[in-house]
Protein backbone atom coordinates (compact mmCIF):
# COMPACT_ATOMS: atom_id res chain seq x y z
CA UNK A 1 0.00 0.00 0.00
CA UNK A 2 3.31 2.03 0.33
CA UNK A 3 2.63 3.58 -3.46
CA UNK A 4 -0.82 4.68 -3.13
CA UNK A 5 -1.89 8.34 -4.50
CA UNK A 6 -4.58 10.23 -5.02
CA UNK A 7 -5.31 9.69 -8.98
CA UNK A 8 -7.54 12.28 -9.31
CA UNK A 9 -10.49 14.62 -7.83
CA UNK A 10 -13.44 15.80 -8.47
CA UNK A 11 -16.27 18.65 -7.32
CA UNK A 12 -19.71 18.65 -8.24
CA UNK A 13 -20.34 22.50 -7.69
CA UNK A 14 -24.38 21.80 -8.26
CA UNK A 15 -25.52 18.59 -7.39
CA UNK A 16 -26.38 16.01 -10.43
CA UNK A 17 -24.70 18.07 -13.08
CA UNK A 18 -21.43 17.52 -14.64
CA UNK A 19 -18.51 17.45 -12.52
CA UNK A 20 -15.01 19.24 -12.42
CA UNK A 21 -11.46 17.58 -12.45
CA UNK A 22 -9.51 20.42 -9.96
CA UNK A 23 -5.55 19.69 -9.33
CA UNK A 24 -6.30 20.68 -5.68
CA UNK A 25 -9.06 20.71 -3.47
CA UNK A 26 -9.19 22.46 -0.14
CA UNK A 27 -11.13 20.23 2.20
CA UNK A 28 -13.53 21.70 4.53
CA UNK A 29 -15.06 19.70 7.55
CA UNK A 30 -18.16 19.13 5.19
CA UNK A 31 -16.78 18.30 2.13
CA UNK A 32 -14.31 19.53 -0.62
CA UNK A 33 -14.17 23.34 -0.88
CA UNK A 34 -17.61 24.22 -3.51
CA UNK A 35 -18.72 20.43 -3.64
CA UNK A 36 -22.58 20.21 -4.13
CA UNK A 37 -23.54 23.69 -2.28
CA UNK A 38 -26.10 24.08 -4.83
CA UNK A 39 -29.60 21.97 -5.57
CA UNK A 40 -32.60 21.75 -7.51
CA UNK A 41 -35.65 21.36 -5.82
CA UNK A 42 -39.00 20.78 -8.06
CA UNK A 43 -42.60 21.96 -6.68
CA UNK A 44 -42.70 19.92 -3.47
CA UNK A 45 -39.53 21.00 -2.43
CA UNK A 46 -37.71 17.54 -2.90
CA UNK A 47 -34.28 17.65 -4.46
CA UNK A 48 -34.64 16.49 -8.53
CA UNK A 49 -31.03 14.69 -9.35
CA UNK A 50 -30.38 12.23 -12.17
CA UNK A 51 -31.95 9.57 -10.63
CA UNK A 52 -35.34 11.41 -11.83
CA UNK A 53 -33.92 13.28 -14.79
CA UNK A 54 -30.85 11.57 -16.45
CA UNK A 55 -30.58 14.80 -18.70
CA UNK A 56 -28.63 16.26 -16.02
CA UNK A 57 -25.47 14.53 -17.03
CA UNK A 58 -25.23 16.80 -19.96
CA UNK A 59 -25.87 19.65 -17.73
CA UNK A 60 -22.10 21.61 -16.45
CA UNK A 61 -21.62 23.68 -13.37
CA UNK A 62 -18.28 26.01 -13.06
CA UNK A 63 -17.59 27.57 -9.68
CA UNK A 64 -16.75 30.92 -9.92
CA UNK A 65 -15.04 33.26 -7.02
CA UNK A 66 -17.00 33.33 -3.85
CA UNK A 67 -19.08 30.26 -4.36
CA UNK A 68 -21.46 31.39 -7.47
CA UNK A 69 -21.98 29.05 -10.81
CA UNK A 70 -22.35 29.40 -14.15
CA UNK A 71 -24.56 27.18 -15.71
CA UNK A 72 -24.31 25.54 -19.07
CA UNK A 73 -26.14 23.28 -21.16
CA UNK A 74 -27.18 21.85 -24.44
CA UNK A 75 -28.86 24.20 -26.31
CA UNK A 76 -28.95 26.86 -23.31
CA UNK A 77 -27.08 30.03 -23.69
CA UNK A 78 -24.63 29.81 -20.25
CA UNK A 79 -25.96 31.57 -17.38
CA UNK A 80 -24.17 32.88 -14.32
CA UNK A 81 -25.77 32.76 -10.92
CA UNK A 82 -24.56 34.36 -7.63
CA UNK A 83 -24.51 33.46 -4.17
CA UNK A 84 -28.04 34.40 -3.19
CA UNK A 85 -28.28 36.82 0.03
CA UNK A 86 -29.13 35.02 2.68
CA UNK A 87 -32.66 36.59 3.19
CA UNK A 88 -35.08 33.54 4.46
CA UNK A 89 -34.91 30.09 3.79
CA UNK A 90 -37.14 26.80 1.67
CA UNK A 91 -37.24 23.86 2.91
CA UNK A 92 -35.42 21.11 0.80
CA UNK A 93 -36.44 17.37 0.81
CA UNK A 94 -33.01 15.67 0.22
CA UNK A 95 -34.23 11.62 0.62
CA UNK A 96 -34.97 11.40 4.32
CA UNK A 97 -33.00 14.79 5.65
CA UNK A 98 -35.21 17.98 6.07
CA UNK A 99 -32.65 20.87 4.90
CA UNK A 100 -32.94 24.93 4.64
CA UNK A 101 -31.53 26.15 1.97
CA UNK A 102 -31.61 29.61 0.34
CA UNK A 103 -33.52 30.40 -3.36
CA UNK A 104 -31.42 31.49 -6.30
CA UNK A 105 -32.13 35.56 -6.11
CA UNK A 106 -32.51 35.93 -9.77
CA UNK A 107 -35.48 34.20 -11.17
CA UNK A 108 -34.12 33.47 -14.33
CA UNK A 109 -31.90 30.84 -12.66
CA UNK A 110 -35.20 28.64 -12.06
CA UNK A 111 -36.09 29.46 -15.55
CA UNK A 112 -33.12 28.21 -16.80
CA UNK A 113 -33.08 25.16 -15.60
CA UNK A 114 -36.64 24.24 -15.64
CA UNK A 115 -36.66 25.10 -19.51
CA UNK A 116 -34.01 22.92 -19.66
CA UNK A 117 -35.52 19.94 -18.28
CA UNK A 118 -38.96 20.58 -19.46
CA UNK A 119 -40.25 20.49 -15.32
CA UNK A 120 -40.82 23.07 -12.70
CA UNK A 121 -37.72 23.04 -10.55
CA UNK A 122 -35.98 26.23 -8.54
CA UNK A 123 -32.11 26.14 -7.90
CA UNK A 124 -30.57 26.75 -4.34
CA UNK A 125 -27.86 27.26 -2.39
CA UNK A 126 -27.00 25.83 1.36
CA UNK A 127 -25.62 29.08 2.79
CA UNK A 128 -24.35 27.85 5.99
CA UNK A 129 -23.14 24.06 5.63
CA UNK A 130 -21.63 23.62 8.99
CA UNK A 131 -25.09 24.14 10.79
CA UNK A 132 -27.60 22.52 8.19
CA UNK A 133 -27.42 19.48 8.03
CA UNK A 134 -25.96 16.72 10.16
CA UNK A 135 -24.66 13.35 8.94
CA UNK A 136 -26.59 10.37 10.08
CA UNK A 137 -26.23 9.75 13.51
CA UNK A 138 -26.03 6.46 13.10
CA UNK A 139 -22.78 6.89 11.20
CA UNK A 140 -21.39 9.92 12.65
CA UNK A 141 -19.90 12.09 15.91
CA UNK A 142 -21.45 15.11 17.29
CA UNK A 143 -21.28 18.18 15.00
CA UNK A 144 -20.54 16.51 11.83
CA UNK A 145 -22.35 17.65 8.61
CA UNK A 146 -22.63 17.60 5.22
CA UNK A 147 -23.30 19.63 2.05
CA UNK A 148 -26.30 18.66 -0.52
CA UNK A 149 -24.43 15.63 -1.02
CA UNK A 150 -26.13 12.45 -0.76
CA UNK A 151 -25.09 11.55 2.65
CA UNK A 152 -21.53 11.90 3.67
CA UNK A 153 -18.58 14.56 2.68
CA UNK A 154 -16.61 12.76 0.15
CA UNK A 155 -17.12 9.43 -1.50
CA UNK A 156 -13.74 7.45 -2.23
CA UNK A 157 -13.03 5.26 -5.19
CA UNK A 158 -10.19 3.29 -6.53
CA UNK A 159 -8.88 2.65 -9.83
CA UNK A 160 -7.69 -1.10 -8.72
CA UNK A 161 -11.52 -1.80 -7.98
CA UNK A 162 -13.25 -0.27 -10.70
CA UNK A 163 -10.64 -2.35 -13.35
CA UNK A 164 -12.31 -5.72 -10.92
CA UNK A 165 -15.79 -4.24 -11.57
CA UNK A 166 -15.18 -3.65 -15.62
CA UNK A 167 -13.27 -7.64 -15.43
CA UNK A 168 -17.04 -9.04 -13.96
CA UNK A 169 -19.03 -6.77 -16.04
CA UNK A 170 -16.52 -8.48 -19.13
CA UNK A 171 -17.82 -11.20 -18.30
CA UNK A 172 -21.71 -11.29 -17.61
CA UNK A 173 -24.55 -10.94 -19.76
CA UNK A 174 -24.42 -7.29 -20.42
CA UNK A 175 -20.56 -6.62 -21.27
CA UNK A 176 -21.05 -4.85 -24.11
CA UNK A 177 -21.69 -1.73 -21.56
CA UNK A 178 -18.40 -1.57 -20.94
CA UNK A 179 -15.35 -0.96 -19.68
CA UNK A 180 -17.44 2.13 -17.69
CA UNK A 181 -15.68 5.47 -16.36
CA UNK A 182 -15.21 5.85 -13.17
CA UNK A 183 -17.42 8.99 -13.58
CA UNK A 184 -20.59 6.77 -13.24
CA UNK A 185 -19.93 6.56 -9.83
CA UNK A 186 -19.40 10.24 -9.23
CA UNK A 187 -16.59 9.92 -6.53
CA UNK A 188 -15.04 12.92 -4.79
CA UNK A 189 -11.62 11.53 -4.72
CA UNK A 190 -10.37 8.56 -6.68
CA UNK A 191 -7.19 6.40 -5.14
CA UNK A 192 -4.43 4.53 -7.38
CA UNK A 193 -1.96 2.18 -6.62
CA UNK A 194 -4.21 -0.61 -4.32
CA UNK A 195 -5.31 -3.62 -4.90
CA UNK A 196 -9.34 -4.28 -6.07
CA UNK A 197 -11.42 -3.76 -3.29
CA UNK A 198 -8.69 -2.62 -0.44
CA UNK A 199 -10.77 0.05 0.87
CA UNK A 200 -13.41 -2.06 1.98
CA UNK A 201 -11.42 -2.77 5.12
CA UNK A 202 -9.81 0.99 5.26
CA UNK A 203 -11.43 2.18 8.11
CA UNK A 204 -9.43 5.22 8.82
CA UNK A 205 -6.75 7.28 5.90
CA UNK A 206 -4.67 10.35 5.43
CA UNK A 207 -4.38 12.11 1.84
CA UNK A 208 -1.66 14.14 1.70
CA UNK A 209 -1.65 16.40 4.86
CA UNK A 210 -5.62 15.38 5.68
CA UNK A 211 -6.95 12.79 7.31
CA UNK A 212 -10.34 11.06 6.62
CA UNK A 213 -12.59 8.52 8.46
CA UNK A 214 -14.56 5.52 6.81
CA UNK A 215 -17.98 6.01 7.57
CA UNK A 216 -19.50 3.02 5.66
CA UNK A 217 -19.58 1.76 2.39
CA UNK A 218 -21.43 3.56 -0.27
CA UNK A 219 -24.57 1.34 -1.64
CA UNK A 220 -24.86 2.49 -4.90
CA UNK A 221 -27.95 3.10 -7.29
CA UNK A 222 -29.57 4.11 -10.58
CA UNK A 223 -27.37 7.00 -11.11
CA UNK A 224 -24.58 4.75 -11.94
CA UNK A 225 -26.53 2.90 -15.09
CA UNK A 226 -26.73 6.70 -16.49
CA UNK A 227 -24.05 7.12 -19.40
CA UNK A 228 -22.82 10.65 -18.18
CA UNK A 229 -21.54 11.44 -21.47
CA UNK A 230 -25.38 10.48 -23.28
CA UNK A 231 -27.67 10.17 -20.40
CA UNK A 232 -28.55 7.46 -21.79
CA UNK A 233 -29.24 4.53 -19.39
CA UNK A 234 -28.14 0.81 -19.54
CA UNK A 235 -28.18 -1.72 -16.78
CA UNK A 236 -24.29 -2.01 -15.53
CA UNK A 237 -23.04 -1.62 -13.30
CA UNK A 238 -25.82 -2.48 -11.04
CA UNK A 239 -26.69 -6.01 -12.77
CA UNK A 240 -22.91 -7.60 -11.88
CA UNK A 241 -22.86 -5.47 -8.56
CA UNK A 242 -25.70 -6.99 -7.80
CA UNK A 243 -24.22 -10.76 -8.65
CA UNK A 244 -20.91 -10.01 -6.95
CA UNK A 245 -20.86 -6.94 -4.62
CA UNK A 246 -23.14 -6.94 -2.03
CA UNK A 247 -22.42 -5.38 1.28
CA UNK A 248 -24.18 -4.62 4.17
CA UNK A 249 -27.65 -5.46 1.51
CA UNK A 250 -26.20 -2.72 -0.27
CA UNK A 251 -24.57 -2.79 -4.11
CA UNK A 252 -21.65 -1.76 -2.49
CA UNK A 253 -18.56 0.31 -4.72
CA UNK A 254 -16.69 3.13 -2.79
CA UNK A 255 -16.62 4.25 0.66
CA UNK A 256 -17.66 7.43 2.40
CA UNK A 257 -15.27 9.37 4.11
CA UNK A 258 -15.75 12.23 7.04
CA UNK A 259 -12.91 14.60 7.36
CA UNK A 260 -11.09 14.39 10.63
CA UNK A 261 -8.81 17.65 10.05
CA UNK A 262 -9.09 20.18 7.27
CA UNK A 263 -6.17 21.15 4.75
CA UNK A 264 -5.51 20.91 0.80
CA UNK A 265 -5.63 17.70 -0.96
CA UNK A 266 -3.34 17.84 -4.38
CA UNK A 267 -2.96 15.48 -7.14
CA UNK A 268 -0.28 13.12 -6.49
CA UNK A 269 -0.15 13.07 -3.21
CA UNK A 270 0.55 9.72 -0.66
CA UNK A 271 -2.42 8.05 0.69
CA UNK A 272 -1.27 6.37 3.37
CA UNK A 273 -3.89 3.69 5.53
CA UNK A 274 -3.81 4.64 9.30
CA UNK A 275 -6.13 1.46 10.35
Known amino acids: MGNALLHSIHVHPVKAFRGLAPREAVVEPWGL ?20 QPRLALAAAELLPGGGVRLSAPGKTPLTVPVPRPVGTVPVEI ?28 LVHMDDPATRRPVDPEYARPGETVSFADGYPLLLTTTASLDALNSLIAQGNHGAEGPLPMNRFRPNVVVSGTTAWAEDDWSALRIGEVTFRVAKVCGRCVVTTTDQGTAVRGKEPLHTLGRHRRLDGKLAFGQNLVPVSPGTIRVGDAVTVLE
Open 95 to 122: FRDKVEGVLAEDETAHAWCSDYLGAEVR
Open 33 to 52: SGDRRWVLIDDGGKVVTQRQ
